[in-house]
């Protein structure tokens, strides 16, 4: 268009003026005309086109998604109550001194805020940080809690595998002095009753403990200046060959080849008590002080797990290391597995859908005295699990309902919107989930379908003849049945039937 043509033109000329260093009353007068032809062309309202999307690693939630999103949460939330936990909230954003430090090699994934005010700021990488800081700001030394809220991670998302940036989790921890491992074992019970109750499929708990992992190092041969990146390698080993995780170690962090092989003899087994039993009587672990202390618990958590019924879905795997720094003892990760077809023996895992361990220390760190509170805790994987279960209802075309409508209050005949009102605000206040259709006059049958579609079990119709008589009409949308119901009575009537 030619007038944008002249804009551009303009412009071009208040470039060069700048450029050649013009009187600035010359290149002011030249900027106020360009602005001038801008506004004669409307200026850029309505021009601008929005890009739709959300933002990278993450996503909105359809009122199905959350139908089943809630689903989940409750199931958990059930749980953790059934456990005897308080919930608490803290902030979606910490101080940044508050979360730096703690993540060892993730610390590059937290989210940095602008300076506000003077604070320096970042989103929660995760919710046992703020616990810890919550604990020691308020001199608290014992509490078991849980906490369901969104966290932030700067991380490459997989967004087909439940890997977001913005993301829930839902975390139970118990903190305070107590007997050993009995605390431990109740946080691998949760795991193994939510992942039950969810019915994910088959699914295996990995555990070990951060002394054996250290021992283990030093009797291998690690300085003690590498075993804190040497673990972050140990922990891909469900996602890479040992091999590649043997180059890693010697080829990027300078491992010697010999130290390696010794680990490598280690970190391929995994059991059960006759496991714990045979490395209490290795040489080498044995006469390590932190290995054998591990071991100790190792085998008195096993024996906790066998009381509770579900040693058969726990397995000891000296390859589990998990990377967060903060861990001090037991760590476990829980994942699904998945049968690739009927000639392979060994299930492969599908991912980790919860994991968590001991943290004795990460609360000292924030006391001005250093007093320790020990902590353990389990944080489920909850946007795995819906991923999992969204693709298993889309598969099985299950009738999801997005609301908990019980009763549709409807009429046969025109010019009975009062009634309906007078009606729906009755059960209302009785408690009944109820609604109508928005229009004075709508058809009965569009009223009927409305139900169908939205899986609303029961019709509330009124009509004149109903009104004379002091009745509803009362349909069951599956059935087609009707029964007539005395005004007074309909609340009860309604409840009655929504309750089986």
Request: glycine content about 8%; proline content about 3%; aromatic content about 8%.
């Amino acid at each position: 268009m030619a007038e944008e043509a002249a804009v551009r033109a303009q412009a071009e000329a208040v470039r060069r003026l700048k450029q050649d260093k013009t009187d600035p009353d010359e290149i002011a007068k030249e900027v106020a005309k360009l602005l001038e032809m801008k506004a004669q062309l409307g200026g850029d309202e309505g021009k601008h086109k929005f890009v739709l999307k959300t933002p990278k690693g993450t996503r909105d939630y359809s009122p199905k998604q959350m139908a089943i999103r809630e689903r989940v949460f409750n199931a958990i939330i059930t749980c953790f109550k059934r456990h005897g936990a308080e919930v608490i909230d803290t902030p979606v954003f910490e101080l940044k001194e508050t979360l730096t430090g703690k993540y060892g090699e993730d610390s590059k994934l937290i989210y940095d805020l602008k300076d506000q005010g003077g604070e320096l700021l970042s989103l929660r990488y995760d919710l046992t940080v703020p616990f810890a800081r919550y604990l020691a700001m308020n001199k608290i030394t014992n509490i078991k809690r849980y906490h369901i809220a969104k966290v932030y991670r700067r991380d490459n998302p997989a967004m087909t595998r439940g890997r977001y940036r913005e993301f829930y989790q839902c975390d139970f921890d118990i903190a305070g002095q107590f007997d050993p491992m009995i605390p431990d074992a109740e946080c691998l019970k949760i795991v193994h009753e939510i992942l039950s109750d969810l019915q994910l499929g088959d699914f295996l708990v990995k555990v070990n403990d951060r002394r054996i992992l250290d021992g283990m190092f030093a009797v291998c041969g690690v300085p003690d200046s590498k075993f804190r990146t040497i673990c972050s390698s140990v922990d891909k080993l469900d996602k890479m060959p040992w091999e590649e995780v043997k180059n890693e170690m010697v080829g990027e962090k300078g491992l010697s080849p010999e130290a390696a092989d010794r680990i490598g003899e280690y970190v391929q087994l995994h059991g059960g008590l006759e496991l714990i039993e045979r490395l209490l009587q290795d040489p080498k672990l044995s006469q390590n002080k932190l290995a054998k202390e591990g071991l100790g618990d190792m085998k008195l958590l096993f024996e906790y797990l066998t009381l509770f019924g579900i040693t058969g879905k726990i397995s000891f795997d000296l390859s589990l290391a998990r990377g967060l720094d903060y861990y001090t003892g037991v760590i476990f990760e829980a994942v699904l597995l998945q049968q690739e077809n009927d000639h392979v023996e060994e299930p492969v895992s599908v991912g980790s859908v919860a994991g968590g361990g001991r943290y004795d220390g990460l609360v000292g760190m924030f006391d001005p005295k250093g007093r320790k509170v020990p902590c353990v805790g389990v944080s489920i994987g909850i946007e795995r699990i819906f991923s999992i279960l969204e693709q298993r209802v889309e598969a099985s075309e299950e009738k999801i309902r997005t609301t908990e409508t019980q009763v549709l209050v409807a009429s046969a005949q025109k010019k009975l919107l009062e009634e309906r009102l007078k009606l729906i605000a009755e059960l209302w206040d009785a408690g009944i989930k109820a609604e109508i259709l928005y229009k004075k006059n709508p058809k009965l049958l569009n009223q009927l379908q409305y139900c169908e579609d939205t899986g609303i079990p029961l019709v509330a119709i009124v009509g004149e003849q109903e009104l004379k008589d002091g009745v509803v009409k009362l349909r069951v949308v599956a059935t087609r049945e009707e029964v007539n119901v005395r005004r007074e009575s309909l609340v009860e009537e309604i409840r009655m039937r929504t309750s089986r």
